[in-house]
Nanobody
Framework: QVQLVESGGGLVQPGGSLRLSCAVS????????LAWYRQAPGNQRELVAT???????NYADSVKGRFTISRDNAKNAVYLQMNGLKPEDTAVYYC?????????WGQGTQVTVSS
């Protein structure tokens, strides 16, 4: 069974930081790339960052230099460290993996950036 469970969202002021975590089923953790997406109200879901099984990363232009995706192979977890948060980063953030074309999603965690 494939499970992705996010945590770590919340309310933060502009310029602040948050760290999102995603616990991933051991059966898939080392086999497939993992990603963070986000969806703001009225917008389509967009890719934020990806990380391969060997640690190669990629970022959306809007978050480069501010966000860092990482993985802990011992804990079967993937993280998203978000620094320098802006109001436009407000969204529900989803952990994701793609298994032979089948998208799998976590339940999402809300991130709100507001003063």
């Amino acid at each position: 069974q494939v499970q992705l469970v996010e945590s770590g969202g919340g309310l933060v002021q502009p310029g602040g930081s948050l760290r999102l975590s995603c616990a991933v089923s051991r059966s898939i953790f080392m086999l497939y790339p993992l990603a963070w997406y986000r969806q703001a109200p009225g917008n389509q879901r967009e890719l934020v960052a990806t990380i391969t099984s060997n640690g190669r990363t990629n970022y959306a232009d809007s978050v480069k230099g501010r966000f860092t995706i990482s993985r802990d192979n011992a804990k079967n977890a993937v993280y998203l460290q978000m620094n320098g948060l802006k109001p436009e980063d407000t969204a529900v953030y989803y952990c994701n993996t793609n298994i032979y074309g089948s998208q799998r999603w976590g339940q999402g965690t809300q991130v709100t950036v507001s003063s």
